[in-house]
């Protein structure tokens, strides 16, 4: 049975005080306090959002000492009701997202490093996201979410190809493009869970998860737009004004090469990192790759002066938080080997001065690398 | 004198970035695994201990996926589809002392016959199954002091002095300079050879920096060193052929 795609996506919002959500024509939403969800309220929604913190619920306080019925946080909650989603789930074929939002998004971290990022967070708590208060385009989020999970076929098909097909489909790769046989190449590298979604008890979120949590997250076959800028040896802000402008021969080529497939847009902008080398390759008319070639290139596609990032070659460093901080050449980085890194992800990379200064970097340089770094011996 | 000299951690580094980077040419890149392996553990060997370190061997070297004529490039095909078996020898002994606070940084020292093979062999000549005829070999060595040629040259063929049989058989020379030093290098060489399309363009992927920036330090203060030599008195090839051996550090990473 496959969800339906059509119809807007329905998020219900369960928390202790009112709130209202910003969705507009682009889909529906329901707030209920706990006391009042029923079954019927999950089956209605595409995704649901549960605070974190439940205060004010007389209801359950009245429970007494009667604990395994009291639920104490919006985690503990979400836990019960999937389990409620999961049981009538596999008798309505529908699917439903579970997801936290909190102010305190510290205070969720577990056993995880602080600050821990929300798909980590979200990764051990069996949830699809975590949504943080204070993200300015969290009802947004919310509802590219809600979305995707209405794209979702409860059962995919059992036949290898098929489900394949069915992957491109929701991937939005059509075959059609010049660059579809690297792209789904990569996308195969990545450890797509086809073969797991074909198995008649696996669970078709499990194609989101892998999604939000592996491959958005971290530069695997798509490319966030530092990971673009350093492709093409362009600063980042000279890069994002481009796109923002769309109106260059240039915008419109970087254009074709985004990814329009499930979840777009829910971290930002991504581009397939297959297709971007390809365009790099041709660009240059397969030639060495000059650096000198391919900026005169760019800037005459541009239609104005574009900065330049000398580095060559260049990579993406990360922060302490395992951010994207600066672009640099990678004879002046060192590989990081961050713990929920994806071994298929490309490689994470600080500057050598950056995992000199900070510690918790420099306990996951690479032990390769740790030579290169001061007093580099090994942890 | 003393031997090249080499950090454990970038020919480890090294082996698993073109591993990464060229999977798909190899028919059986545990090779490589292999490779890395020796180095881990010569890496843990007592200082000045001469051992052998081999990538793969002449019954198992690496062997590449086939090239059916793509050793032309763009649209032009060559007329034979061929494989080339690439494995090497290198005599090794590890520098300084063992410890865990230093192993990052630890060196070994090339301190002898230091060879890497290569050779093409023709598919449609396969006995068996087996390629055992090849129609080119070369070896790319780091020569000895005494020897003639250039430190880093190409040996032809396997021509011994007096052996019969046309070139190269029969004549231990021409020795031709080489850029090429390590057995890693060697490999990209033959994947460019015989791959001339497919391999650049994988090559030039971002996500292969990690073997650019293997290469790249090695290349750049090779023509550093050669440019060295260029100081008159005699001609520019006459001052490389006859250069001394380059400094033992020359490869070593530069603060």
């Not at chain 1, 209202?20 to 029923?38: I, K, N």
């Amino acid at each position: 049975m496959c969800a339906d795609a059509g119809g807007k996506p329905h998020i219900l919002v369960i928390d202790d005080e009112p709130i209202s959500m910003v969705l507009g024509a682009g889909g529906e939403s329901r707030t209920l306090q706990p006391e009042d969800v029923r079954i019927g309220d999950l089956a209605w929604a595409d995704l649901v959002v549960v605070d974190n913190y439940l205060d004010d619920w007389p209801e359950r306080e009245a429970l007494g000492d009667r604990i395994a019925r009291k639920p104490l946080t919006g985690l503990a909650l979400a836990a019960v009701l999937r389990e409620h989603v999961d049981l009538s789930g596999k008798l309505t074929g529908k699917l439903t997202a579970f997801a936290i939002q909190t102010g305190r998004l510290e205070q969720l971290r577990g056993r995880l490093r602080e600050p821990a990022a929300p798909h980590l967070l979200a990764r051990c708590n069996n949830l699809e996201w975590v949504f943080s208060k204070s993200e300015a385009r969290r009802d947004e989020q919310m509802l590219l979410l809600a979305a995707a999970v209405r794209l979702i076929p409860q059962e995919w098909p059992e036949d290898g190809e098929e489900a394949e097909d069915k992957l491109r489909s929701l991937l939005e790769l059509t075959g059609d493009e010049d660059w579809f046989g690297r792209c789904w190449h990569e996308v195969l590298a990545c450890h797509a869970p086809i073969h797991e979604l074909r198995n008649p008890d696996s669970h078709g979120l499990m194609l989101l998860r892998w999604l939000l949590h592996d491959i958005m997250p971290h530069p695997c076959f798509l490319s966030e737009i530092h990971w673009v800028a350093a492709r093409l040896q362009l600063p980042v802000n000279d890069l994002q004004a481009i796109m923002v402008d769309g109106t260059s021969e240039l915008a419109n080529q970087l254009g074709s090469l985004e990814y329009k497939g499930l979840l777009v847009g829910f971290l930002g902008r991504r581009w397939w990192r297959g297709a971007l080398e390809d365009y790099v390759w041709d660009l240059l008319g397969g030639g060495a790759a000059s650096a000198q070639k391919l900026h005169a290139a760019l800037q005459e596609l541009a239609g104005r002066e574009l900065g330049v990032i000398e580095a060559n070659p260049a990579v993406v460093c990360l922060d302490a938080d395992l951010q994207p901080e600066r672009i640099v050449s990678a004879l002046e980085a060192v590989r990081l080997r961050p713990d929920t890194w994806p071994a298929y992800a490309d490689a994470a990379w600080t500057t050598i001065a950056r995992a000199n200064e900070e510690a918790s970097l420099r306990a996951i340089v690479d032990p390769l690398d740790l030579g290169r770094l001061d007093d580099g011996d090994e942890a | 004198m003393a031997g090249l000299r080499f950090r454990f951690s970038e020919l480890i580094k090294e082996a698993r970035a073109l591993k990464s980077a060229a999977t798909k040419y190899m028919a059986n890149p545990d090779v490589l695994d292999s490779y890395v392996s020796q180095l881990q553990s010569y890496m843990d060997y007592g200082p000045n201990r001469t051992s052998k370190l081999t990538f793969g061997s002449e019954a198992c070297p690496l062997k590449t996926t086939e090239s059916k004529g793509r050793y032309e490039p763009g649209e032009r095909e060559g007329k034979r589809n061929v494989v080339a078996t690439i494995s090497a020898s290198w005599t090794i002994s590890p520098l300084g002392n063992r410890s865990s606070k230093t192993r990052a940084k630890r060196e070994l020292e090339v301190c002898g016959h230091a060879a890497t093979w290569v050779k093409i062999f023709d598919v449609a000549n396969r006995v068996n199954g087996d390629d055992t005829t090849p129609i080119a070999t070369w070896h790319v060595d780091l020569g000895a002091p005494d020897a003639p040629g250039c430190y880093f040259h190409v040996h032809l063929g396997e021509g011994k002095d007096g052996k019969d049989g046309p070139f190269p058989k029969a004549l231990p020379v021409p020795r031709l300079p080489t850029i090429f030093v390590t057995p890693m290098a060697v490999v990209e060489f033959v994947l460019g050879e015989l791959f001339q399309s497919e391999w650049p363009k994988d090559c030039a992927a971002a996500v292969n920096v990690p073997w650019h920036t293997s290469q790249q330090p090695r290349f750049v203060e090779l023509f550093r060193w050669q440019m060295g030599q260029l100081k008159g008195g005699t001609s520019p090839w006459m001052a490389l052929k006859l250069a001394p051996p380059p400094p033992g550090d020359l490869f070593l990473p530069k603060r």
